[in-house]
């Protein structure tokens, strides 16, 4: 009768001890709620090149997107725009989203994402007012729009970058960073963007303080004078007046 007592007390401290293991871990996983993990890893899905997020998924839907307007509006302003600089730019935006839309949809393959095969509402009004308008009005809308999307897509693909697990992403962000780049270069090279327009726009969803740090006050402490070049000697140059006039002095000399 004993061992009987003994072995059953055995078997429902066993029972105890196991769902104290399996309850433990659930309040550990409660422990780290509110810290974003548990919602990076139920969105995440596992591919052979590592998780891919939502915010990568996102990522590549945008780039698709991205070529599907800019590039008839590239193509558009190589025909119809009146100066080079528009037509350049218009250029780049062509080669730039042709080779970019081409990668996207191979990467977007492999890792099963469905993207977009026309563009947005948003984008499609674009290329309807690009259409309606001409001359420098034309020039204008197309430096400033396009500026503007890009500037946008910019913060996305730079937290994608720094922020993804997925190799292809990975890649897939660097080329887009340097392709977005060149293009708004090109943009702002054209002399038509409103950066006033552009900095408004971003003051009205910005969140940090809208004073920023204090302006120089003109009194700063006295900077040091740069070190002569030749060590102990220090010279005073002073422009010539005349054939044989002297062009420095040494200061140093007793």
Same mark, same amino acid.
């Given at each position: ?31 780290r ?11 995440s ?9 939502? !915010? #990568?998924? %996102?990522?590549? /839907? +945008?780039?698709?997107? $991205?070529?599907l ?5 590239? *193509?558009q ?13 218009g250029?780049?935006?062509v080669?730039?989203? !042709? #080779?970019? %839309?081409?990668? /996207? +949809?191979?990467?977007s $393959? ?7 095969? *026309? ?23 197309f430096?400033?729009l396009?500026r ?20 292809l ?5 660097t ?14 090279a ?8 552009l ?15 204090p302006?120089?006050n003109?009194n ?35």
């Amino acid at each position: 009768m004993l061992r009987r007592i003994n072995g059953t007390a055995l078997i429902i401290a066993a029972l105890v001890a196991t769902v104290g293991a399996l309850a433990f871990p659930v309040w550990s996983y409660a422990d780290r709620s509110g810290t974003g993990q548990d919602n990076l890893n139920a969105a995440s899905v596992g591919t052979q090149w590592g998780p891919l997020s939502a !915010t #990568d998924r %996102d990522f590549l /839907v +945008r780039v698709r997107l $991205a070529g599907l307007w800019e590039l008839p509006a590239g *193509q558009q302003a190589i025909e119809r725009a009146p100066s080079k600089a528009i037509k350049d730019a218009g250029d780049h935006l062509v080669v730039g989203h !042709t #080779d970019l %839309d081409k990668r /996207v +949809r191979d990467v977007s $393959a492999k890792l099963g994402v469905e993207l977009p095969n *026309q563009p947005n509402d948003q984008q499609q009004g674009w290329l309807r007012e690009l259409s309606a308008a001409s001359g420098q009005e034309y020039e204008r809308k197309f430096a400033n729009l396009l500026r503007n999307a890009h500037g946008k897509v910019f913060s996305l693909v730079a937290q994608v970058r720094h922020t993804t697990r997925n190799t292809l992403v990975r890649q897939l962000a660097t080329d887009t960073n340097q392709t977005v780049l060149d293009h708004i270069t090109m943009l702002e090279a054209t002399g038509f963007v409103d950066f006033d327009a552009l900095a408004n726009e971003a003051a009205g969803g910005a969140t940090a303080s809208p004073s920023g740090p204090p302006p120089p006050n003109g009194n700063l402490p006295p900077q040091p004078a740069p070190a002569s070049p030749s060590g102990d000697q220090s010279f005073t140059s002073r422009p010539s007046t005349g054939p044989g006039a002297p062009t420095a002095i040494n200061t140093n000399r007793p």
